[in-house]
């Protein structure tokens, strides 16, 4: 135990010291074992420790305590060409973020097993030049979800396990943007006098909020016999309270700048997750398919603010998502006791369709996922490393009449490393 006290301790400082790194949105980046087969047999392959985080009963499949560590690198690449008024305009962005990952799991008894993560669920980043065509409406967007777990899982009886983890979640926000010389004016029919468009004096914008709740995860697995098994798993909604600055600048009219509160409450959607394995001689079978609950908790985003700009001290983004499924595959070759070698694919669907719900700082669409890796083991000694390459739809964000763009070549790659110790 005093080891792995000392380790949660140290995961505790390297996930504050990267948590400003997630991207996406809902991130599966905690095992990088499971990147190499595209996360199918989420929490019941028995491989790694991160079913602290998918589905916490099938840590009874791990029969050492032990400790690991992952890093993913993922990199975003989009081309956005202008149509309605930006049409001819182009931008391009391309940016690589580390997420990392780290579980620690202790074996009380041969059926009672205890484990701690951190790890990041959802995160979102977003990140334009700042003279791009539509600085006025998005330049940096980064919404970062830390997760410090603390897990238990009990096997009933030959068959059956259980787990459940309480989860203290941290969230940090962050958007940018600047303030075009001339704008609708929100006050246009609202306050007598007032005209269809206002001089609001150019200048930036930055804003943070950071706050924490709490939430959970249920797990259950059956296993039939030793090389197939099937799981469940159930993750709670949460709901966000967050608060902090909008600090405008560079105005020249002298009215806009200042810093001013901000307030801001995110919800985060609840998931089920289904996972399947089956082994057949030196080849294992897996499979996942996870729902998201998306309508009962993202139909708007409200950033509230004693900012001028904002109207009835409030703005709202309307995004209406609609409920996913992601479906993900993967085969483990058994090469030798020490070596072991995966493939997986995956469709991950978009929660939004229409170019009127997709935004400048969220152009997300559907997406097929291709990845491989390898494990190599030694003693008490595992390594992993997988790679994963993300292929977007092209789709166009139709925010408003002042600012649409088109995405193309939409694409992620995803390079992952992770080592484990078992005592």
Do not use: C
Not at 179 to 199: C, E, F, R
């Amino acid at each position: 135990m005093k080891r792995i006290y000392s380790y949660v301790a140290g995961l505790a400082v390297l996930a504050m010291a990267f948590s400003a790194h997630a991207g996406g949105y809902q991130l599966n980046d905690y095992s990088v074992t499971g990147l190499g087969r595209s996360y199918a047999g989420q929490g019941i392959m028995g491989d790694d420790y991160s079913a602290i985080a998918y589905n916490p009963a099938g840590m009874t499949l791990m029969k050492k305590s032990g400790l690991q560590q992952a890093l993913s690198m993922i990199n975003l690449k989009a081309d956005m060409k202008g149509i309605g008024r930006n049409e001819g305009r182009s931008a391009k962005m391309d940016f690589w973020q580390p997420i990392p990952a780290g579980f620690a799991q202790y074996n009380a008894t041969e059926k009672l097993k205890l484990g701690v993560g951190i790890y990041a669920p959802f995160g979102l980043k977003t990140e334009y030049k700042s003279n791009w065509f539509g600085s006025g409406s998005a330049i940096l967007s980064k919404l970062d979800i830390v997760d410090f777990n603390l897990s238990a899982a009990y096997k009933i009886t030959q068959h059956w396990s259980v787990g459940a983890s309480a989860i203290m979640r941290y969230i940090y926000g962050r958007m940018t943007q600047s303030v075009p010389g001339m704008l609708p004016n929100p006050y246009y029919g609202l306050v007598p006098g007032q005209g269809p468009y206002a001089d609001w004096g150019g200048g930036n914008v930055n804003f943070n909020v950071h706050g924490w709740t709490q939430t959970g995860t249920l797990g259950v697995m059956y296993e039939v016999d030793e090389n197939t098994r099937f799981g469940l798993s159930y993750r709670l909604r949460s709901a966000q309270r967050a608060k902090g600055l909008l600090k405008a600048s560079g105005n020249t009219n002298p009215a806009l700048n200042g810093v001013y509160t901000v307030r801001a409450n995110p919800d985060l959607p609840e998931t089920f997750t289904f996972s399947a394995y089956h082994r057949y001689k030196d080849l294992g079978f897996s499979g996942t398919a996870r729902w998201t609950h998306w309508t009962s908790s993202f139909p708007e985003f409200i950033i509230r603010s004693d900012y001028p700009l904002f109207v009835d001290g409030r703005k709202v983004t309307y995004y209406r998502y609609a409920n996913t499924w992601t479906l993900t595959g993967g085969v483990d070759y058994y090469y030798d006791p020490n070596w072991t070698f995966r493939v997986g694919g995956g469709w991950d669907e978009s929660p939004t369709h229409k170019p009127e719900r997709r935004t400048l700082r969220i152009p997300d669409n559907d997406r097929w996922w291709m990845s491989l890796g390898a494990t190599y083991t030694k003693n008490n000694w595992q390594i992993d490393a997988a790679y994963a390459h993300m292929i977007g739809k092209t789709g166009k964000a139709l925010e408003d009449a002042n600012f649409q763009a088109k995405y193309k070549n939409l694409q992620s790659h995803i390079l992952g490393v992770q080592v484990q110790y078992k005592f």
